[in-house]
């Protein structure tokens, strides 16, 4: 008897599930990557025009209204549009861009003729070699090079978007990796930017304890050690309890700063250790390291002490409530305020898989912020 014949009928049903969504993701690749082409070649055309002195600024509203008029159905290619398709292609078809790429991508991603690529798991802070594929067109652009193959792991809103609030093209390019790793909408990645996950995931990591190196060598680009937890509107004094209670409330926008990994499993998960229990104040699972995450939330500045109750919880989900298949239980200490060298020292001898993050009621000043930024990709290219 064939197997599709003693399958049952709901896993038949399931195998053309997976084929119509196999589909559905091949052609919304497609429509991106045309999307994406649209751009390059529009923007390429007309830059290239401006910058022989062809046109002037003038004809780029006429170009504008002339296919609004003589083809309504032609939408989103207003003034605006063209120019940010101008800036697309001036800004990713120059030559300090294909370095930085070419910098942190593998050569064997390299390859001459179109072709899938996959998804990178290393980001721009890893021994790594970055790579430009070439893509095909059936037009015949000369004059216009060959869009970038790294272009086509996000949205031309999100590139838009990347390009228009991030300076270096280090930036520009964990932000394309990450809004693809992270399958980030527009608004999310808004939100990434403006919170600095850029600095947060590439900084320094003496937050984090050997045992959870050791365990989870991608820890450090996975888990960020600062959280702005703006969101929540909570005042300058508040209690461990309403800082849970509001994450509670705001689970959504708490998982998207988090990491979209997270899956939120229980507040006060209770653990019984002999006659006694004790309660986790937050239990997550991390679907990418497949192991529970116990976070626990302190109102005041970081002591080591915490550390101590925090193993003692990681101990007792592993013996009793961790699975076979799964792998060691990681916890966080998510604290307002931390002494980076009190952190350092306790860290330095813990082999529980532990890290020390900082939560920030509001978002640093965008001028700071970019202060910052300019601080670390200096620090970063003199490496």
């Known amino acids: 008897m064939e197997n599709n014949i003693i399958k049952p009928i709901e896993q038949q049903f399931g195998e053309v599930v997976n084929i119509i969504l196999q589909h559905k993701s091949r052609a919304t690749k497609a429509v991106n ?90 980001l721009p802070n890893q021994e790594t070699n970055l790579i430009i594929q070439t893509t095909t067109t059936q037009i015949v652009q000369p004059i216009i090079g060959q869009m970038p193959k790294i272009l086509e792991l996000t949205s031309l809103t999100n590139h838009i978007e990347i390009l228009c609030r991030c300076k270096s093209n280090e930036e520009r390019l964990f932000y394309i990796l990450y809004a693809n790793k992270e399958h ?81 499993m229980e507040q ?48 007792a989900l592993d013996r009793d409530v961790k699975r076979s298949n799964e792998n060691p239980s990681i916890g966080i200490i998510l604290c307002p305020e931390a002494d980076h060298v009190v952190v350092e020292y306790a860290m330095s001898r813990s082999m529980s898989p532990t890290m020390i993050a900082e939560y920030k009621r509001i978002l640093i000043p965008q001028e700071r912020m970019q202060e910052q930024l300019n601080e670390y990709c200096n620090l970063f290219l003199s490496k």
């Open 33 to 122: 990557e045309e999307l994406l082409l649209t751009a390059w070649h529009v923007g390429g055309y007309v830059s290239n025009k401006l910058k022989n002195e062809e046109w002037g600024s003038k004809v780029v509203s006429q170009l504008s209204e002339y296919i609004r008029s003589q083809r309504p159905d032609i939408k989103g290619f207003s003034r605006r549009s063209i120019y940010n398709m101008i800036m697309f292609y001036d800004e990713y078809s120059s030559e300090t861009f294909a370095s930085i790429v070419e910098k942190y991508l593998n050569h064997e991603f390299v390859q001459s003729v179109p072709a899938q690529i996959e998804t990178p798991t290393n």
């Open 184 to 264: 980030l909408a527009s608004r999310e990645l808004q939100r990434c930017i403006s919170n600095q996950t850029y600095t947060s995931l590439l900084s320094n990591k003496n937050n984090m304890s050997k045992g959870l190196l050791e365990t989870y060598p991608s820890a450090p680009i996975m888990f960020k050690d600062t959280l702005f937890v703006d969101f929540l509107n909570l005042p300058k004094k508040h209690s461990e309890s309403k800082l849970k209670n509001s994450l509670i409330e705001n689970m959504k926008q708490f998982i998207l700063e988090l990491g979209k990994d997270f899956i939120f």
């Open 268 to 315: 006060e998960y209770k653990l019984n250790v002999g006659a006694s229990t004790y309660k986790a104040d937050l239990l997550f699972f991390h679907r990418g390291l497949q192991a529970l995450v116990a976070v626990e939330l302190k109102k005041t500045k970081f002591h080591p002490r915490d550390l101590g109750q925090l193993e003692f919880y990681l101990e």
